[in-house]
């Protein structure tokens, strides 16, 4: 019920349609110019609901799941490393008649919206990067160190190690209601094994000094971006470390870079209404 109530208050409308082998469920609304937005790692379309509301009056907005992710197929033979999804993303966007569209993504998605920019320059309006995974920043985050430990907390097995991913990804967790938030909890854990694969697929990444890292790998495409960039970040962020917005801002051609005070990892999530008025106004300067 809940889920159906911010979805209406979205004026989103969730629908499916089949690439390939995959069943990609999404949601879609609104009118204008096309935005797709990506979620970040063990994420789903629900994430960008509530920013999502602040879209769907000026833009066709379609957020899906990816595939392997939230109510998408998940096909244990098919392989989920970035150049599968790029690709499927692609196909996704073609099914759906969309020719050019402003894309956007969280973590893993902006790593792989990039990836998209990248290898369709020619599709994408603009690019907006929120928190991406990909880059390098000079100080390493609280996720790289308990990766580094052999520790991944972003694959929750328990209630309790979700409870420790809210407590990582957010300043401060948006409110959910105590049973649906053991329904969140109870389905990612459900999700565990095939999260594990995908991170496996992925291989995000190996940093510098070899250790199994979020980071790295993203920046030699990043002479490819030819459309404009706002990069956007959490100063608290504990999942990836807020110095990767320099060093995007130092590598990138144009990029305009807004750091968001007391934010975490999610700020689409965690303040909806300050991220979203971000992009917007980003999106109605290049159109």
Same mark, same amino acid.
């Given at each position: 019920?809940?889920?159906?109530?911010?979805?209406?208050?979205?004026?989103?409308?969730?629908?499916?349609?089949?690439?390939?082998?995959?069943?990609?469920?999404?949601?879609?609304?609104?009118?204008?110019?096309?935005?797709?937005?990506?979620?970040?790692?063990?994420?789903?379309?629900?994430?960008?609901?509530?920013?999502?509301?602040?879209?769907?009056?000026?833009?066709?907005?379609?957020?899906?799941?990816?595939?392997?992710?939230?109510?998408?197929?998940?096909?244990?033979?098919?392989?989920?490393?970035?150049?599968?999804?790029?690709?499927?993303?692609?196909?996704?966007?073609?099914? #759906?008649?969309?020719?050019?569209?402003? $894309?956007? !993504?969280? %973590?893993?998605?902006? =790593?792989? +919206?990039?990836?998209? &920019?990248?290898?369709?320059?020619?599709?994408?309006?603009?690019?907006?990067?929120?928190?991406?995974?990909?880059?390098?920043?000079?100080?390493?985050?609280?996720?790289?160190?308990?990766?580094?430990?052999?520790?991944?907390?972003?694959?929750?097995?328990?209630?309790?190690?979700?409870?420790?991913?809210?407590?990582?990804?957010?300043?401060?967790?948006?409110?959910?209601?105590?049973?649906?938030?053991?329904?969140?909890?109870?389905?990612?854990?459900?999700?565990?094994?095939?999260?594990?694969?995908?991170?496996?697929?992925?291989?995000?990444?190996?940093?510098?000094?070899?250790?199994?890292?979020?980071?790295?790998?993203?920046?030699?495409?990043?002479?490819? #971006?030819?459309?404009?960039?706002?990069? $956007?970040? !959490?100063? %608290?962020?504990?999942? =990836?470390? +807020?110095?990767?917005? &320099?060093?995007?801002?130092?590598?990138?051609?144009?990029?305009?870079?807004?750091?968001?005070?007391?934010?975490?990892?999610?700020?689409?999530?965690?303040?909806?209404?300050?991220?979203?008025?971000?992009?917007?106004?980003?999106?109605?300067?290049?159109?």
């Amino acid at each position: 019920m809940i889920e159906m109530g911010e979805r209406h208050i979205a004026g989103l409308v969730k629908k499916e349609v089949q690439v390939d082998d995959h069943r990609i469920v999404y949601l879609e609304g609104g009118k204008g110019e096309a935005i797709l937005l990506l979620h970040g790692f063990g994420g789903d379309k629900y994430l960008w609901m509530r920013f999502a509301r602040y879209l769907t009056d000026l833009y066709r907005v379609a957020i899906p799941d990816l595939p392997g992710f939230g109510e998408s197929s998940q096909i244990p033979t098919a392989t989920y490393d970035a150049d599968s999804q790029v690709k499927r993303i692609d196909r996704f966007v073609r099914a #759906l008649d969309i020719e050019r569209f402003h $894309l956007a !993504g969280n %973590s893993m998605g902006g =790593l792989l +919206a990039a990836l998209y &920019a990248a290898a369709y320059p020619e599709k994408v309006i603009t690019l907006s990067l929120l928190a991406p995974a990909g880059v390098e920043s000079p100080r390493p985050s609280e996720l790289v160190l308990l990766l580094r430990k052999g520790i991944n907390p972003l694959i929750a097995g328990s209630p309790a190690e979700y409870d420790r991913l809210l407590g990582l990804c957010f300043v401060k967790p948006p409110f959910v209601p105590a049973e649906f938030k053991k329904m969140l909890a109870a389905d990612a854990v459900s999700h565990r094994g095939f999260n594990e694969k995908i991170w496996n697929d992925m291989r995000l990444h190996r940093g510098r000094d070899g250790s199994f890292s979020p980071e790295s790998h993203l920046e030699p495409y990043l002479p490819k #971006l030819l459309a404009p960039v706002l990069v $956007l970040w !959490g100063d %608290s962020d504990r999942v =990836l470390d +807020a110095g990767g917005a &320099a060093v995007l801002e130092k590598k990138l051609r144009t990029a305009r870079v807004v750091v968001m005070k007391e934010t975490g990892h999610m700020p689409m999530l965690e303040k909806p209404r300050e991220t979203a008025a971000a992009v917007v106004a980003f999106l109605g300067e290049n159109r």
